[in-house]
Each structure stands twice: as C-alpha cells, then as structure tokens.
C-alpha cells in the first residue's frame, strides 16, 4: 500500500511539474509575440512536451491562457507584499514586478478587444491591482463612498503599467528617475493632506 502510494504521490508531482512548465512556455511565448501567432505547437516545443499533453493539461489554448493568467495572478500577489503606508517600499515592489512583465502586461492588454481570454485576463488582473491598492494604501483611503471611489481611482492612474511604460519606454528615464515620480504622485494625491488642510467646521 505504502508503494502504491508513494507510486500514486510520485506522479501527480509529475503532473504537476509538467503543467507548470507548460504555463512557463507559454506565459515566455506570449511575452514575445502575439496571442494569435503562438500555436499549440510552439508551445508544446517550446515546453519540451506534446500537444496531445497541452490539451489534455487545459483543453486547449483558450483554456491554457485562463490558468496562465491565474498562475500570473498568484506570482503577482506573492511578489507585491509591501508594507502598508510605506510608499517607497510599495514604489519599489511594484517596479519590481513592471521590470519583470510590464512589457507582457502591455502586449496583453493590446489585446483585449480581439482575443476573449486575455479580454477575461485582464479584468482578473484590474481586479487583482484594484484590491492591491486598497491593501497597501488602507491607512490613506476613506471609508467607503464616494470619496474612497475617487481616491482609488486616482491611485489606480498614478501605479498603472502605462504610466511605467511612459516613464520608462517612451520617455526613457531611469528606474530611480521613474519610481521618484511614481512617489511624488502618491504623495501629491494623498487624500489625508486634504483633510488635514480643510478648516474646522466647529471653529467659528
């Protein structure tokens, strides 16, 4: 029984590795090119496996390209950890993740109109930023309402990936350059200098 299992243990681990390393090489490929001209074929080439195995792993490309964005999704959340309030660490950590996939995130969302599956990856990743920023930035929000909705959106516009690829791409700063504006931003809109600035209702 003991063999048996340890049989049954060894290969779902395989399973396991061999699924991965399909979302790797295909996650790499779709950072190169466009969702259309990577096929099965190049994928399972590229992951060293058959295309009988990518489509019995996900049911397709549509299928792999949904548990891709989910296995970017739980990297992502792992690798944004920053503590709350801190907006040089925050800074840093997002600019850490842009360095990494900024290029893919902006190649996907050149996409969205065309292609279903990273039309459904992007909404989980605006999702995903949206809760981020609520996590990092809980000490700053107001409480929900209006105010809070307004606040978030500005923060949304000051972190985007399009913000670092002007700064970085188009415009050709430097990281440091490029994360002391990001910080500038987020102190500029701090919604806690307006309360502190408005007057005292109760003082005549």
Do not use: C
């Amino acid at each position: 029984m003991e063999r048996r299992s340890y049989r049954m243990g060894a290969r779902t681990a395989a399973m396991e590795a061999t699924r991965e390393r399909v979302m790797e090489a295909a996650a790499r490929l779709w950072t190169q090119r466009w969702y259309d001209e990577v096929t099965l074929q190049h994928i399972a080439d590229e992951a060293e496996v058959s295309v009988q195995t990518v489509v019995n792993r996900f049911g397709g490309k549509d299928g792999l390209a949904d548990a891709v964005a989910e296995w970017v999704a739980t990297r992502t959340a792992v690798a944004r950890q920053a503590p709350v309030g801190d907006v040089a660490a925050i800074v840093a950590v997002l600019f850490a993740d842009y360095e990494r996939q900024g290029e893919a995130n902006v190649l996907w969302a050149a996409q969205v109109d065309r292609v279903p599956a990273l039309g459904r990856a992007a909404v989980q990743a605006r999702g995903q930023h949206r809760a981020w920023l609520e996590e990092v930035f809980a000490d700053r929000l107001p409480e929900a309402g209006p105010e809070r909705e307004h606040a978030l959106n500005l923060h949304y516009a000051a972190t985007d990936v399009y913000l670092w690829k002007l700064w970085r791409r188009d415009l050709g700063l430097s990281r440091a350059e490029a994360e002391r504006a990001m910080r500038d931003l987020l102190t500029g809109i701090d919604p806690r200098r307006d309360r502190r600035a408005a007057p005292d209702p109760q003082v005549p």
